[in-house]
């Protein structure tokens, strides 16, 4: 047990470094039809034809390189990069380290002599998004039980997770499960039974995919099981009944803004159960 332990807690760790890089999207592209550059700073082609030029505006421009239809060396100057392309170029393709290459396609044929201006975006992009989680779950193992499971995670997050039975139990002895009480003494039972269970925890949530994340955490909670004995008192089974640290593993499926949860949950990693949850994720 000790081994599981010490792996669930490598995985966790593991998965915090996991990390997802900004996008980075075209948010105008215009003609500049009164922007002379094109005509008094030209530069010809292969073709000896004057090439149209592609202002293209953002933030650390010398971090980004450009392909396609380029004459000559990009010029760089503070948060602009000018592109001198051939006529009838239809996409330039832009790289960065940051967040990769993107090709984009102009909207128009690039003219001769033509000033074209873009701008560039950093965005955060939709599996970015700082999301919540809300949704009502249920425990079921020997008993079932019935809460609520809050979360708030973009890349990483946490979580708080409360499950009750809603069953009030008081004993006036206790036994083990052959039926003994403490100095010996065996009992009869009439095979009536009561149990409660209740489980609150917390810990981490990880995203792993766009829709998909990891959840583990830690809490506190109980499972007590009562026998009713043939002289109508309650016997509480110590042996079946546990109170002490609850461990939490399960993950969250995301479709649009419908959550699915499931995972495993125990007290004292001797009373296990499985949660279940359908609510929302916004």
Known sequence: M???????????????????AQDVKVTAFQRMDRDLMAR???????????CAIVRISVADVKEYTFEGNIIGDVIYKT????????????NITIKSDKFGSLR???????EKQVVYKMTLKFIE???????TLLTPVVGVGSDLSYGLMIGVVKKTGWYLKAK???KSLSTDTECDKGGNSPDGEAFWFTGEKKSS?????????????????????????????AWETADKL???????????????????????????????????FKYWEATVGIGIMF
């Open 125 to 131: 992009s939709d599996a970015n998004r700082l999301r």
């Open 164 to 166: 009750y039975d809603f």
């Open 2 to 20: 000790k081994k599981q332990r010490f792996f669930l807690l490598g995985v966790l760790l593991l998965l915090c470094g996991l990390c997802h």
């Open 104 to 110: 984009y396609e102009f909207t128009q044929k690039l």
């Open 197 to 225: 269970r209740l489980a609150i925890t917390t810990g981490m949530m990880l995203r792993l995919a766009k829709p998909f994340y990891l959840y583990g955490g830690a809490g506190w909670g109980y499972r007590k099981l």
């Open 79 to 90: 948060g602009e990069a000018i592109v001198y392309m051939t006529q009838g170029s239809r």
């Open 40 to 50: 008094t700073q030209e530069r010809l082609d292969l073709n000896d034809d004057p």
């Open 234 to 268: 309650w016997a509480e089974c110590n042996d079946l009944s546990y109170s002490g640290v609850e461990v939490d593993l399960g993950c969250v499926l995301r479709a649009k803004s419908v959550a699915f949860t499931a995972g495993i949950q125990s007290n004292s």
